[in-house]
């Protein structure tokens, strides 16, 4: 008999749990969508621009995006959330040649939240044509406002070419504290063949194509750091590594003629 009193017991206290447990849950649900309407009629007072990489490229600023989105929605300011479409000024501001990445959102109290990415240019295109090649291979004009130091790329300009072979090497020289502060200038042959100009010695890199140019970069460091850093950065009118383990130096000569021999 008691065993059966305190069974019923328990029984009760657990219903009596599951139905707080619901009408809890219906509380707080209740709460969640009456706050989110009100909150999708809350108006969008401001625009808050955050540029991811302000410190190292400056081709966008805030007032440029702002800019952009005000000119395509000019009354957005006092507008109600719940009337405004992010992704389309997502699309909008992506639309832009020097943006890589857009991303909007809502701050608290009603504010539009806008973070900005922009293209990493890894070369400059210099031509009748000139313009930037990013990271990704993607092309973008040169700014007004701002240059990006990056080397300069001339000659015979292939846009396939810049755009995805060319477009590698260079992603891997930019991400090289010592290749990325030395490479000047880069000159196309007709057949895609490079004569890269440094920024240290009066000396041209005979490199030939792009295939294998990790090797061919370590290779030249080398010769770098136990030659020319010995001999002397003018000493030399030429340095070749296009030809597999080999550094092939050209010597100034006092008379004006130049003399090649291997210097490894």
């Not at 219906?26 to 009100?38: H, Q, R, T």
């Not at 639309?95 to 922009?118: N, T």
């Not at 383990?245 to 210097?263: A, L, N």
Request: glycine residues 6%; contains cysteine; positive net charge.
């Amino acid at each position: 008999m008691i065993f059966s009193v305190m069974a019923r017991r328990v029984k009760w206290r657990n219903i009596g749990i599951c139905v707080l447990v619901v009408v809890a849950v219906g509380f707080f649900a209740y709460v969640a969508i009456a706050n989110s309407g009100k909150d999708e009629d809350k108006t969008c007072r401001d625009i808050k621009v955050e540029i991811a990489d302000a410190n190292e490229l400056s081709f966008v600023s805030d007032s440029d995006v702002v800019s952009l989105i005000k000119k395509r929605y000019p009354k957005l300011i006092g507008q109600k959330k719940k009337n405004i479409d992010i992704k389309a000024i997502e699309v909008l501001l992506m639309k832009d040649s020097v943006i890589r990445r857009a991303e909007c959102y809502y701050l608290p109290g009603g504010d539009l939240g806008v973070k900005i990415w922009q293209r990493l240019p890894v070369m400059r295109i210099l031509g009748d044509n000139s313009y930037y090649v990013d990271n990704e291979g993607k092309i973008f004009p040169l700014s007004e406002n701002y240059n990006a130091y990056v080397p300069i790329v001339t000659g015979h300009i292939d846009k396939k070419f810049v755009t995805t072979e060319l477009k590698d090497f260079m992603v891997y020289v930019s991400r090289d504290e010592f290749w990325s502060a030395e490479i000047q200038q880069i000159v196309i042959s007709d057949d895609n063949k490079l004569t890269i100009i440094p920024t240290l010695g009066d000396h041209k890199i005979v490199f030939g194509t792009v295939e294998g140019y990790e090797e061919k970069l370590q290779r030249l460091k080398t010769f770098y750091v136990k030659g020319l850093s010995k001999i002397g950065w003018g000493d030399y009118s030429a340095v070749n590594v296009e030809f597999a383990k080999q550094v092939i130096c050209t010597k100034k000569k006092s008379s004006g003629e130049d003399m090649s021999s291997s210097c490894s």
